[in-house]
C-alpha cells in the first residue's frame, strides 16, 4: 500500500553514500520513511539512488559547508514542513601516529567529525521542531570513553560529539527533540577496511560489525528514549568495563586492548 507523503515519518541523513549511511538509507525506506540522504561524493550518491529506485532524495552536499548543508535540509523538509528525525553519520577516520598526521587531515577530521554534526543540527533544529516525536541520532564510537592512541584527533571528535550529545539531550527536550549517539567499535566499512595505514588495536579487536547492525541501532535510536546506544553487548561491556575503572588503572586497560 503506497503511503501518502504527508504521513510518512522522514529522516535527513548525513555521509549517506556508503558504510553506516548507506545501510541506514536502505533500513529506513525498508520501513516506509521518506528518506533524504547528502553526501560530497556525488557518484556514490547518485549510484545509491538508483540503486534505490530514485525512492530516496539525494543532495550534494559537503557537511563542512554549514550553507549548502541547511539548503539540503530545506529543500527536503519543505514538502513536508519539518523533520522527523536527523542521523548525523557523515564522519572520516585516520589510523596513524598523531606525530606522522599531516595537519589538514587532523584538521578535516575535526570538521567532518564535529562541525558537520553542528552544522546540520543547527540547520535541522527549526524544521525538528515541526516533526513528530523528533530525533536526533549522532554517530558516536567508543572511543568517546577513553582516548585511542593512533587515533588521537578522531577519538576526541568523538568525545565531543559525545559531550554534544549529552547536552542537547537536556537542552531540547523541552522542544521535544531527543537526541542519542550510537556507541560502536570497528565496523566493516570502506573506511576502515580499505584504510592506508591499520591501527594495532584493529588486529586485537577485530572488526566484527556490520555497517547493517549500525543502521538497525540507529533505526532503534529514532523512537527509543535511551542517550547513549551501544551496537553490541561487546561494545557494552568495554564501557562497562572502563566505567567501572579507576581513573589512573583505565590508562592500562586502553594499552592493553590498543597494543602499546
Not at 575535526?110 to 552544522?119: F, S
Not at 542519542?180 to 579487536?205: C, E, F, G, H, W
Request: glycine share 8%; aromatic share 8%; charged share 25%.
Amino acid at each position: 500500500m503506497t503511503q501518502n507523503k504527508q504521513d510518512q515519518k522522514s529522516i535527513f541523513i548525513t555521509g549517506a553514500a556508503s558504510g553506516i549511511g548507506r545501510e541506514s538509507a536502505k533500513r529506513f525506506l525498508a520501513a516506509g520513511w521518506r528518506v533524504g540522504l547528502s553526501d560530497r561524493n556525488a557518484g556514490l550518491l547518485e549510484a545509491l539512488r538508483e540503486e534505490l529506485h530514485g525512492d530516496a532524495l539525494v543532495y550534494e552536499a559537503d557537511v563542512r559547508d554549514a550553507g549548502a548543508l541547511a539548503d539540503a535540509l530545506a529543500c527536503f523538509c519543505r514538502e513536508q514542513g519539518g523533520l522527523d528525525a536527523l542521523f548525523n553519520c557523515a564522519g572520516i577516520l585516520e589510523m596513524r601516529a598523531f606525530a606522522e598526521t599531516d595537519l589538514d587531515r587532523l584538521k578535516d577530521i575535526v570538521d567532518v567529525n564535529l562541525m558537520g554534526v553542528i552544522n546540520a543540527t543547527h540547520a535541522a533544529i527549526p524544521w525538528l521542531r515541526k516533526g513528530r516525536d523528533p530525533h536526533i541520532v549522532n554517530m558516536s564510537s567508543v572511543s568517546a570513553i577513553y582516548g585511542i592512541p593512533e587515533e588521537a584527533v578522531y577519538s576526541a571528535s568523538k568525545f565531543a560529539v559525545r559531550g554534544l550529545t549529552e547536552a542537547w539531550n537536556i537542552e531540547l527536550e523541552g522542544a521535544g527533540i531527543w537526541v542519542s549517539d550510537v556507541m560502536v567499535a570497528y565496523v566493516a566499512t570502506p573506511m576502515v577496511q580499505n584504510a592506508a595505514r591499520r591501527a594495532k588495536s584493529v588486529d586485537i579487536l577485530g572488526i566484527n560489525v556490520t555497517p547493517a547492525q549500525v543502521a538497525d541501532t540507529a533505526f532503534a535510536a529514532t523512537t527509543g528514549r535511551k542517550v547513549h546506544w551501544f551496537v553490541t553487548d561487546a561494545d557494552a561491556a568495554v564501557a562497562s568495563k572502563i566505567d567501572e575503572t579507576p581513573w589512573e588503572a583505565r590508562r592500562n586497560f586502553v594499552k592493553s586492548i590498543t597494543g602499546f
